[in-house]
């Protein structure tokens, strides 16, 4: 009962931020682009419900609105973490053994290939190629800071930090 409490107010609460952005921009569906980049923003990804919404909105089917959120990488279907790690795995930092980090984040955060963001929602481990950087190869970008020539003791640092930090009541 809780459960399905939560979840409808969680509901109407991603509603009201998509019929904000929606208002912003006038339901243009030839802004459907921004109109879901600006959704993601607020809401961190693009749930169905979210997705048929903006359709109806825009008076467009909803699988054309799907199939724009599944065509481009930036959008995410799946709720993802409070903390984002991505984690290069270009030729540079390949051949510096980023794979060695990705393994120690998986096993110390229990995920893995299939599974990359964490149950409570804190952590998300997105693999990425060339981030521009392979000279500082392996790199690691945390919450949007970049750390070059990472290993995967530091990538373990990282996350206890961030743990540390969040039992202590949140870090921005
Ligand atoms: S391959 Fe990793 S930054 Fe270029």
New binding site residues.
Partial sequence: MRETLDKTRATATGLAAATEVLEKNQYDPSRLIPILEQIQEKLNYLSKETITFVADALRLPPARVYGVATFYARFALNPKGKHIIRL?D????HVKKSRDILEKLYEKLGLSDEKRTTDDLLFTIELVS?????GL?P?MVVDGEVHGQSTPQFAEEVVDKIIAEEAKGGRE
């Fill in positions: 290069c270009g030729t540079a930092c060339c981030l521009g950087a392979c190869a790199v």
